[in-house]
């Protein structure tokens, strides 16, 4: 079965930068895209963005501006870092795969990330 | 971006019970949609998609019906693990979209 585990800082202070990482494991990265979703306290899922394997990316415009992804096929992670981040990008954090249809059919258990000084 | 408006937000239910949850696009998204379950601390699991294909592995009380903007998933006899949260999801058309979710809570 299939597992993705999200990593990175609890806590990044407000105007930095917040970096993620996703590490597929019991399975290949490869021929699948990845996609970042998040969800603040309270509130509802934002989709992120999506990567592919061979580098193309496709970001909600309400982020893009602020939202670089990768994969690095080597290692079996993908990434998302998110630069100026304020106390609204405080979320859980989950990465997610779809096999090309973006029909999510794997997702990770979510990572709580807090922006605070 | 598609709005999806889903109904009810919070429902109280009896195990045995037939529940019916509503998704509402705001535009047309044909039968790109998935309903999934939620539970905190998990991760969150599909149940339907294609608007109405089972998931593999997931019960056959669990279906799911609809396309174009109204869908529906439907669960025919609540059991005590499905006490949880639902969310549909459009993934048709850029950037892809999530309803507001569904509590289901014991009566």
């Known amino acids: 079965q299939l597992r993705l585990q999200e990593s990175g800082p609890g806590l990044v202070k407000p105007s930095e930068t917040l970096s993620l990482t996703c590490t597929v494991s019991?399975?290949?990265?490869?021929?699948?895209?990845w996609n970042w979703v998040r969800q603040p306290a309270g509130k509802g899922l934002e989709w992120i963005g999506r990567v592919s394997t061979s580098g193309s990316t496709n970001y909600n415009p309400s982020l893009k501006s602020r939202v670089t992804m990768s994969v690095d096929t080597s290692k079996n992670q993908f990434s998302l870092k998110l630069n100026s981040v304020t106390a609204a990008d405080t979320a859980f954090y989950f990465c997610?795969?779809?096999?090309?249809?973006?029909?999510?059919?794997?997702w990770g258990q979510g990572t709580l990330v807090t922006v605070s000084s | 971006d598609v709005h999806m408006t889903q109904s009810p937000s919070t429902l109280s239910a009896s195990v045995g019970d037939r529940i019916t949850i509503t998704c509402r696009a705001s535009q047309n998204v044909n039968r790109g949609l998935v309903w999934f379950q939620y539970k905190p601390g998990e991760a969150p699991k599909p149940l339907i998609y294609l608007a109405s294909n089972l998931e593999s592995g997931v019960p056959s009380r669990f279906s799911g019906s609809g396309s174009g903007t109204e869908f529906t998933l439907t669960i025919s006899s609540l059991q005590p693990d499905d006490f949880s949260t639902y969310y549909c999801q459009q993934y048709n058309t850029y950037p892809l979209t999530f309803g507001g979710g569904t509590k289901v809570e014991i009566k």
């Open positions: 997610t795969r779809d096999k090309g249809d973006h029909y999510f059919d794997q």
């Open positions: 019991s399975g290949s990265i490869n021929a699948h895209c």
